[in-house]
T-cell receptor, first 113, second 111 residues
Framework: EPEVTQTPSHQVTQMGQEVILRCVPI?????FYWYRQILGQKVEFLVSFYNNEISEKSEIFDDQFSVERPDGSNFTLKIRSTKLEDSAMYFC???????????FGSGTRLTVV | GENVEQHPSTLSVQEGDSAVIKCTYS??????FPWYKQELGKGPQLIID?????GEKKDQRIAVTLNKTAKHFSLHITETQPEDSAVYFC??????????FGGGTRLMVKP
């Protein structure tokens, strides 16, 4: 069964550094999402992406964040200058035009030190 | 925006018993309600979902009910097994919008 894949599984970075989290959505899916989950808390929406542009973003997704779909398969989340509070699990998700469920990746654990 | 409340936050049951997790939502325009199971160190996995034009859906030991008038929906797991132990999240979404998740329920099934 096709699945969303994310790399790396764990990334440690110094505060103030830039990080790029990578995702390969399910092939032929059209909607792409990033969510984050701070340890022990609920999953929170960051941004949705459709037709090569951001379709919706939350308050968390400030100017430090950006997303890109540089080619036909990858979907990336960039954090320009990481803060300690950016430490969390980041999940990528995708869904097709009619498929309401879609799938989540296994996540990238980002630790900012 | 949408607000989803989930109860209980923890639930402990004996193997073979049933488990019920309840969620309420605030946005009457929400029309899609998935349930996810999250095991330690993994991403949320969709286990069942329901659309607003359906009142109940069942898949083997798992069922979901939806009451649109009251704006609440529930997950029912029958004949629980130790491998059902995980954190379960409900979520709600309007057409085309993002998912809003509940706070999660840690289910523990004791053998």
């Amino acid at each position: 069964e096709p699945e969303v894949t994310q790399t790396p599984s764990h990334q440690v970075t110094q505060m103030g550094q830039e990080v790029i989290l990578r995702c390969v959505p399910i092939s032929n899916h059209l909607y792409f999402y990033w969510y984050r989950q701070i340890l022990g808390q609920k999953v929170e929406f960051l941004v949705s992406f459709y037709n090569n542009e951001i379709s919706e973003k939350s308050e968390i997704f400030d100017d430090q964040f950006s997303v890109e779909r540089p080619d036909g398969s990858n979907f990336t989340l960039k954090i320009r200058s990481t803060k300690l509070e950016d430490s969390a699990m980041y999940f990528c998700a995708s869904r097709g035009d009619r498929a309401l469920g879609g799938g989540f990746g296994s996540g990238t654990r980002l630790t900012v030190v | 925006g949408e607000n989803v409340e989930q109860h209980p936050s923890t639930l402990s049951v004996q193997e073979g018993d049933s488990a019920v997790i309840k969620c309420t939502y605030s946005d009457s325009a929400s029309n899609y309600f998935p349930w996810y199971k999250q095991e330690l160190g993994k991403g949320p996995q969709l286990i069942i979902d329901i659309r607003s034009n359906v009142g109940e859906k069942k898949d083997q030991r798992i069922a979901v009910t939806l009451n649109k008038t009251a704006k609440h929906f529930s997950l029912h797991i029958t004949e629980t097994q130790p491998e059902d132990s995980a954190v379960y999240f409900c979520a709600a979404r309007r057409a085309g919008n993002m998912l809003t998740f509940g706070g999660g329920t840690r289910l523990m099934v004791k053998p």
